[in-house]
Nanobody, 121 residues
Framework: QVQLVESGGGLVQAGGSLRLSCVAS??????MAWFRQAPGKDRAFVAA????????DSAESVKGRFTISRDNAKKTVYLQMNSLKPEDTGVYYC????????????????WGQGTQVTISS
């Protein structure tokens, strides 16, 4: 059974930084991704990274500010978030899928419980 546990969320002022972590009990070969969901909105793609770490993608709204990385020895994916904006507020979810990275939530079968990120203006 795949289990994902996110951590690192919190309340920060605009312009600040946070680093999210997700520990996943998965075998080799899984791509990992971060999504976020603001109140009243659909879950949206943030960033994804391949098993090897050699392929990564991120949403246009976070390019240049957020960086996804992973440590397979620790079975952990990270999301470094810099220059945070109030519109980055939401619940951030970690997800995994077998194979290549995708940006659609429907492509991911396994999800974490989410961690709240709140950015104050």
């Amino acid at each position: 059974q795949v289990q994902l546990v996110e951590s690192g969320g919190g309340l920060v002022q605009a312009g600040g930084s946070l680093r999210l972590s997700c520990v996943a009990s998965v075998a080799n070969g899984y791509a990992m991704a971060w999504f976020r969901q603001a109140p009243g909105k659909d879950r949206a793609f943030v960033a994804a990274i391949s098993w090897s770490g050699g392929v990564a993608d991120s949403a246009e709204s976070v390019k240049g500010r957020f960086t996804i990385s992973r440590d397979n020895a620790k079975k952990t994916v990270y999301l470094q978030m810099n220059s945070l904006k109030p519109e980055d507020t939401g619940v951030y979810y970690c997800a995994v899928r077998w194979g290549s990275i995708k940006s659609a939530p429907s492509e991911y079968r396994h999800w974490g419980q989410g961690t709240q990120v709140t950015i104050s203006s």
